[in-house]
């Protein structure tokens, strides 16, 4: 009877959660869209489309047979790899903002990294249960996932796309660290990972100064900090209540990607400070429901695939509002549920979709 009012509590955060952001969708795209498209509905009656495909999808993954989905994890990771390489090819690939992130699909963009990310999870979910004896030994235990989500997070780097490529890795390490790893091994990794970050970085002065603009945003206003400088003067224009539903000012085209990974600021803009605090406490309510309900799985395979699905959402989450607040530097990650986006929405509900459906083993 509990795991059945945890998980109903569950949906009901999740679902509450994709209607804020097809709200929010709609007062933040509403004016930019009637301008763009013709139709002042256009952004919202898509994002409406992608829940209904998630929420179909969602509930197959709900009912799919896992030991179905375990057997052929390797060769989701093998489609992965193939959809990756595809992004980068002439009339398959399409290009937006400097960045080839997405396969186009009969007028419909498809973000592979997001789906990806669903394949590795089940992928580390398999192999952790498979090399439990090993998983201690680095040779025989972390060298070959390390090195599938090392080519992962390459090929996601050359999109470009560092957010992603991070997010990938944060996942492959927490993961491992739940299935046991020696952590003298997992911290290994973190400051070989931290070097080539720090080389990557560093290497570019226009990343360079995204990474270090986050610490003091107002040295650049009008270059490298403008985005997180509007952000911040969103939020802070919304106060405590908010300036009201639609009421936003820097949503007509003073935030770059205002519907997509800086919606959290449109909302501190128009619900203000209250309108936030209920965000982030829903998330950290289906965190603390999920780890709940995550304890009453007995089978290693679903409470590894459960606990994959939930960092999924619970560290992009916290990674997007950390962004936007200038807690972390600038990356190119949405936030669960809310941000505009097929790729993004469905995948979460795919999410959702698989951790429920573990769950009931």
């Given at each position: 009877?509990?795991?059945?009012?945890?998980?109903?509590?569950?949906?009901?955060?999740?679902?509450?959660?994709?209607?804020?952001?097809?709200?929010?969708?709609?007062?933040?795209?509403?004016?930019?869209?009637?301008?763009?498209?013709?139709?002042?509905?256009?952004?919202?009656?898509?994002?409406?489309?992608?829940?209904?495909?998630?929420?179909?999808?969602?509930?197959?993954?709900?009912?799919?047979?896992?030991?179905?989905?375990?057997?052929?994890?390797?060769?989701?990771?093998?489609?992965?790899?193939?959809?990756?390489?595809?992004?980068?090819?002439?009339?398959?690939?399409?290009?937006?903002?400097?960045?080839?992130?997405?396969?186009?699909?009969?007028?419909?963009?498809?973000?592979?990294?997001?789906?990806?990310?669903?394949?590795?999870?089940?992928?580390?979910?398999?192999?952790?249960?498979?090399?439990?004896?090993?998983?201690?030994?680095?040779?025989?235990?972390?060298?070959?996932?390390?090195?599938?989500?090392?080519?992962?997070?390459?090929?996601?780097?050359?999109?470009?796309?560092?957010?992603?490529?991070?997010?990938?890795?944060?996942?492959?390490?927490?993961?491992?660290?739940?299935?046991?790893?020696?952590?003298?091994?997992?911290?290994?990794?973190?400051?070989?990972?931290?070097?080539?970050?720090?080389?990557?970085?560093?290497?570019?002065?226009?990343?360079?100064?995204?990474?270090?603009?986050?610490?003091?945003?107002?040295?650049?206003?009008?270059?490298?900090?403008?985005?997180l400088v509007?952000?911040?003067?969103?939020?802070?224009?919304?106060?405590?209540?908010?300036?009201?539903?639609?009421?936003?000012?820097?949503?007509?085209?003073?935030?770059?990607?205002?519907?997509?990974?800086?919606?959290?600021?449109?909302?501190?803009?128009?619900?203000?400070?209250?309108?936030?605090?209920?965000?982030?406490?829903?998330?950290?309510?289906?965190?603390?429901?999920?780890?709940?309900?995550?304890?009453?799985?007995?089978?290693?395979?679903?409470?590894?695939?459960?606990?994959?699905?939930?960092?999924?959402?619970?560290?992009?989450?916290?990674?997007?509002?950390?962004?936007?607040?200038?807690?972390?530097?600038?990356?190119?990650?949405?936030?669960?549920?809310?941000?505009?986006g097929g790729?993004?929405?469905?995948?979460?509900?795919?999410?959702?979709g698989l951790?429920?459906?573990?769950?009931?083993?």
């Amino acid at each position: 009877m509990q795991k059945k009012v945890l998980r109903v509590k569950i949906i009901l955060i999740a679902f509450t959660l994709i209607l804020l952001g097809i709200i929010m969708v709609y007062s933040t795209t509403s004016i930019s869209s009637w301008q763009i498209k013709g139709d002042s509905e256009f952004y919202f009656k898509r994002q409406l489309l992608y829940f209904f495909i998630g929420f179909i999808l969602s509930g197959f993954a709900l009912l799919l047979d896992l030991d179905f989905l375990r057997r052929y994890s390797k060769v989701l990771i093998l489609i992965g790899l193939v959809s990756l390489i595809c992004v980068f090819l002439p009339h398959i690939g399409r290009q937006a903002g400097g960045a080839k992130r997405w396969l186009s699909l009969k007028g419909f963009n498809i973000q592979p990294s997001e789906f990806c990310k669903l394949f590795l999870i089940l992928y580390y979910a398999d192999y952790l249960c498979r090399k439990k004896n090993k998983i201690k030994d680095f040779k025989e235990g972390i060298l070959a996932p390390l090195l599938i989500t090392a080519l992962y997070s390459f090929l996601i780097i050359l999109e470009p796309d560092f957010g992603q490529a991070i997010f990938v890795f944060l996942i492959f390490l927490f993961m491992f660290y739940i299935g046991r790893a020696k952590f003298k091994h997992l911290l290994f990794i973190v400051l070989v990972g931290l070097i080539f970050f720090l080389i990557f970085s560093f290497s570019s002065q226009y990343r360079a100064k995204r990474l270090l603009v986050f610490l003091n945003p107002w040295k650049d206003p009008k270059g490298a900090g403008y985005q997180l400088v509007q952000a911040h003067l969103a939020l802070g224009r919304g106060g405590l209540l908010g300036k009201g539903l639609g009421k936003s000012i820097h949503k007509l085209y003073y935030l770059p990607a205002a519907h997509t990974d800086f919606i959290f600021a449109i909302i501190g803009e128009e619900l203000g400070f209250l309108g936030c605090s209920c965000v982030i406490f829903l998330y950290l309510l289906f965190f603390f429901y999920s780890l709940k309900l995550i304890k009453f799985i007995k089978d290693e395979f679903s409470y590894y695939l459960a606990w994959g699905c939930v960092l999924n959402l619970i560290l992009q989450a916290q990674i997007n509002m950390g962004v936007v607040l200038g807690v972390l530097p600038t990356k190119g990650l949405p936030l669960p549920f809310v941000s505009y986006g097929g790729s993004s929405l469905i995948c979460s509900m795919l999410s959702l979709g698989l951790f429920l459906n573990a769950s009931k083993n």
